[in-house]
């Protein structure tokens, strides 16, 4: 009821909910069980995280790059 009054996609799966066409993809994901409350919910620890929001500011101010970025992420999910 919640997420159809707010025109938002529920936080989990439901039977009752039917997705327009703005929402249709995120059912569709949901359905498939291929959703996840937050991005980073399977990394394997919290220093891919870390990284993340850290190199996210980082690129934003220009002192990295993309791919300094993502070898950064993938030495810290190496370290599970």
């Known amino acids: 009821m919640y ?3 707010a025109g938002a996609a529920p936080a989990s799966r439901s039977e009752d ?3 327009d066409a703005v929402l249709a993809p995120i059912a569709g994901f949901q359905e498939s069980g291929n959703d ?3 991005r980073d919910v399977a990394w394997p620890n919290p220093k891919v ?6 190199g996210i500011q980082e690129l934003f101010n220009g ?11 993938q030495t810290a999910f190496d370290e599970s």
């Open 63 to 73: 002192s990295i790059t993309v791919d300094v970025l993502l070898e950064r992420m």
């Open 49 to 54: 995280q870390q990284e993340h929001l850290t």
């Open 36 to 38: 996840r409350p937050f």
């Open 3 to 5: 997420a159809t009054a």
């Open 17 to 19: 909910f039917e997705a």
